[in-house]
């Protein structure tokens, strides 16, 4: 079977997530009908290893839910032929390629060049991963470069290492801008947001360290218009900043909170008039407005899974390509909720779709296709 063409698309909807399992890290596969839906298709082995319920670090509560403590453990390149997925507890990253069908194939597994990785980012033939470190060397945390070929296979780039803005800053996403000439790391412990520019041999320079507006940056996302919103996981907040060429952030809406716990993850509907956040520890998703200018104000709410159901912690997000459904991790459960996005940004839940028959905690990633 050939699955390396180059202009390879797959030509079903899928939905991804990632178990994080410390045994064998696994990506499930849910196929996604017309209305949204979710049906399991099946599991495939990224040949490493996650944490488990094992956080990365000491920096947050040791309770099982988010253990990796990052936005995009669980990455589609932009253009759907690849899926990157980072394998915490044996310090790798794995590429699978996507066949015609939706299923996952793994391609190549390699070492993510530090500890502990919890972020991937692909913009073209780059791919770029954060490493938390780990105890034993003192939580020595980095982003490391890769390229990536026609097949899916990854390959270290040479002297692309580069540490944050501290030794020890917790890196909680590794994120390129829209057009791929800049690199912004949110840095959890620090309250950093460095910015590296993209050399033309796939090399950074920096960082540029930029005060993160409130405490906790966790989740971050490039709008269109080069507008960056970022959670506060210990604000319980949203920011947004406008972005210039030299790497410096300027604050448009400074920790908009929303009255929920622990402010997560972060994804815009399809026209980037709304932004959906995930309160984890409060068990729901929060709808913010975002203005023409980038400012933000808070319109709704609603609970990942329905009341008088066991209570679903919500995290990574998606939005489907079409605009018209937005979908939730629960990561106490390792289920995936359904919504419809309502055109006034308002969430109508359709569905809590699992894979297994038994809840678990641990797992983290979730990609749209």
Known sequence: ???????????????????NNEVMNQIIAFYRDMNGMLT????????????????????????????????????????GRFLLAVNAGSHSISSFII????????????????AQPNSVDVFGTLVYVSNVGNAANNFSSNITGFHIDDSGRITPIPRSTHSLSTFNAQPAQVL????GSKILVSELTSSHLSVFDVNKNGTITGPIVNDSYGQGPLGAY??????????????NALSSY????????????GSVPNGYKTACWVVPTK?????FITNTLSGTISTYRIDPNGALSVVRHITSTPPGTPSGLPMDVGVSKDGRHFYTLNGNQGTVSVFNIQNDGSLARL????????????SQGLAVL
């Open 176 to 179: 390129f801008t829209p057009d």
């Open 242 to 253: 406008s972005f210039s060429n030299d790497g410096i952030l300027h604050v448009i809406s």
């Open 99 to 114: 066949t015609e069908s939706g299923t996952p194939v793994l391609v190549d597994v390699k070492p993510s060049g530090g």
């Open 222 to 235: 490039f709008l269109s218009s080069g507008i960056l919103l970022v959670t506060e996981a210990v604000s």
């Open 271 to 275: 026209d980037e008039r709304f932004a």
């Open 351 to 362: 569905q809590v779709a699992s894979w297994t028959n038994f809840p678990y905690f641990g």
């Open 1 to 19: 079977m050939q699955i390396t063409n180059k202009y390879y698309r797959a030509s079903v909807s899928m939905v991804y997530m990632m178990t």
């Open 40 to 79: 399991f298709v099946g599991s495939y082995p990224t040949h490493g290893r996650g944490t488990g319920t094992k956080e990365v670090s000491t920096a947050t509560a040791n309770d099982g839910v988010d253990p990796l403590t990052s936005q995009g453990a669980l990455t589609l390149s932009r253009d």
